[in-house]
Nanobody
Framework: QVRLVESGGGLVQTGGSLTLSCTYP????????MAWFRQAPGKDGEEREF??????????YHADSVKGRFTISRNNFQNTLFLQMNSLKPEDTAVYYC????????????????????WGQGTQVVVSS
């Protein structure tokens, strides 16, 4: 069973920064594209919100709500995914999940949680006002 493990969440004030990390085992075949999604409090029954994605070769995609504030990156040698979050806002409060897929991104598919699996267990980010 492939396990993704997130870390780096915590409590931060508005305007602050956090860096999330996600370690993932390398697939025995193929290559991974990775993404961050989030789920805000009280929205457990809703689809997870896309935050950012990165292909194996490093093409990046960010949701409009985080563009210019968050940056996704990866280290393929260390099998680690990152999310640098700056200028945090209270509306960024959520559980953040990393996910991987062996499917190639096409026609905006990178923002669809259905193409991803496995997922990590999530890390909580709370931004106080």
């Amino acid at each position: 069973q492939v396990r993704l493990v997130e870390s780096g969440g915590g409590l931060v004030q508005t305007g602050g920064s956090l860096t999330l990390s996600c370690t993932y085992p390398k697939r025995p075949y193929g290559s991974d594209s990775m993404a961050w999604f989030r789920q805000a409090p009280g929205k457990d029954g809703e689809e997870r919100e896309f935050v950012a994605a990165i292909s194996y070769i490093g093409n990046t995609y960010h949701a409009d709500s985080v563009k210019g504030r968050f940056t996704i990156s990866r280290n393929n040698f260390q099998n680690t995914l990152f999310l640098q979050m700056n200028s945090l806002k209270p509306e960024d409060t959520a559980v953040y999940y990393c996910a991987s897929t062996d499917r190639a991104f096409s026609a905006g598919s990178y923002s669809q949680p259905q193409i991803y699996g496995p997922w990590g267990q999530g890390t909580q980010v709370v931004v106080s006002s």
